[in-house]
């Protein structure tokens, strides 16, 4: 492909003559005002795009909308801000013409309400590209303007546009038409459809004589010895029911591991046994039979690094006289394509349960949001800073959406 410029005194007409020599499929590159038009002198805009280069093999045409992306979709909205500015000095301007009566005003106001006409034609032009591109880009999916707040938000929330598009698509097809015409029910209805589908694990109490193993896996750094420190410190201490909880760390790897976990154990005075292979797994789990809840401590591990992860699936092969709930513990600062990796490389061990770490340290948690719209696993928890016990919340559907929904533009 080459590039070729073309210029004009106003935006319109340099896309008219890219539009008369390329045609609707020429693809932008970039458009900009290098000298704005002035009453006495006219202005010049540049638009640059990609031209067939004849030595080239064909490549499929795109339309020029399709190739306008969110940067210049701002680019659009400043311009329309601009031209907002512009109208309005232009028609103080003009009122303040209209005061004086001579022969030289009477031309100036025909040129500025003129060019008032213009601008005001360049922003309809403006706006209903902004709306041409957000439709097209959406394939078969076509947004009415009503709903383009809500899906601008959750588009901006980090969930994968496949899920976002097919949400959208449901509630487009579901939602009663009486709903359809203010934006405030729109946004209701979508958040609780988006509810509706996040699957959350309710935290219960155990019944009597019952012995609940669980083990916290996950990448490195993600905040798996944290949250059991938190989580040790609520089921011990600050639930209705105190439970006795010991805990196994299989983390001897990492220098300053098994300390860190101990000063935790020591502070809240509970039982902790630090393990290096599965029979010692096996006999420290029976020397801390006692206890109602036990929580497993493992080693962080790239999920890439499958010898780390098959090591901790090892542990989870021996038999115990309870079966041991595995949960995930993932960062919500990790981007949707990532946490999706993460979880299938996690998957040779029996996931039960997700726990999302560091809310506090994002604010587009629509990844999490797609996460668990594509693998159907449960969350149970979520940690929302460092502090130990407090930053931890059991983890619910309405806090996720809202959390997501809110507008953090
Ligand atoms: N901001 C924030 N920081 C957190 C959160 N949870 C844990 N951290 C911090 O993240 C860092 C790592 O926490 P750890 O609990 O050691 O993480 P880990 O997964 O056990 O790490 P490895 O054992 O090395 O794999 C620490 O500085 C924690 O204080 C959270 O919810 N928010
Ligand atoms: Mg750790």
Redesign the pocket.
């Known amino acids: 492909m080459a590039l070729k410029t073309f210029t004009g005194e106003t935006m319109q007409e340099a896309m008219a003559k890219v539009k008369a020599e390329v045609g609707d499929e020429a693809l932008i590159v970039s458009n900009r005002e290098i000298k704005k038009r002035t009453l006495t002198t006219p202005g010049l805009y540049e638009v640059v795009v990609e031209v067939e280069d004849n030595n080239r093999t064909q490549q499929p045409k795109r339309r020029i909308i399709d190739d306008l992306d969110t940067a210049k979709k701002d680019e659009v909205l400043l311009k329309i801000s601009e031209a907002a500015k512009k109208i309005n000095t232009l028609s103080k301007n003009s009122n303040m013409s209209e005061t004086k009566n001579t022969s030289t005003n009477i031309v100036e106001i025909k040129e500025v309400q003129k060019e008032m006409q213009e601008i005001a034609n360049t922003m309809k032009l403006l706006q209903s590209t902004i709306w041409d591109l957000n439709s097209c880009k959406r394939e078969n999916l076509v947004i009415p303007p009503e709903f383009s707040e809500i899906y601008a938000i959750a588009k901006n929330s980090g969930m994968h546009k496949e899920h976002l598009d097919e949400i959208m698509n449901l509630t487009l097809k579901h939602m009663p038409l009486k709903m359809r015409n203010n934006p405030v029910t729109i946004k209701r209805y979508f958040n609780t459809l988006l509810r509706r589908i996040i699957p959350i694990r309710q935290e219960r109490e155990l019944s009597a004589g019952v012995k609940k193993i669980m083990m916290f896996v ?10 059991i420190a938190k989580l040790a410190a609520r089921y011990a201490f600050q639930k209705h029911k105190k439970y006795k909880v010991g805990i196994i760390t299989l ?1 001897t790897y ?1 220098i300053g ?1 098994v300390e ?1 976990l101990m000063t935790y154990a020591r502070m809240m005075k509970l039982s902790i046994e630090a393990v290096v292979d599965p029979g010692d797994f096996v006999e420290a789990l029976n020397r801390l039979r006692n206890n109602d809840i036990i929580l497993i ?1 493992t ?2 591990s790239s999920q890439h690094d499958k010898e780390k992860v098959d090591k901790i699936n090892s542990f989870l092969s021996v038999n115990t006289f309870a079966s041991i709930d595995v949960n995930l ?1 993932m960062s919500a600062t990790t981007k949707y394509e990532d946490l999706k990796d993460i979880y299938e490389n996690f998957s040779i061990l029996p996931i039960d349960t997700l726990v999302f ?5 994002t604010k587009r948690i629509g990844n999490i949001f797609s996460l668990v719209y594509d693998v159907k696993k449960p969350i149970s928890y979520f ?4 502090e130990v016990p407090d ?1 931890l919340i059991v983890a619910s559907s309405e806090y996720l959406v809202d959390e997501m929904l809110k507008d953090v533009k």
């Open positions: 996950g990448p490195t750094g993600v905040g798996k010895t944290t949250t983390d990492r591991a860190q401590d080693v962080g513990v770490t560091k809310l506090d340290e940690s929302i800073g460092q930053d």
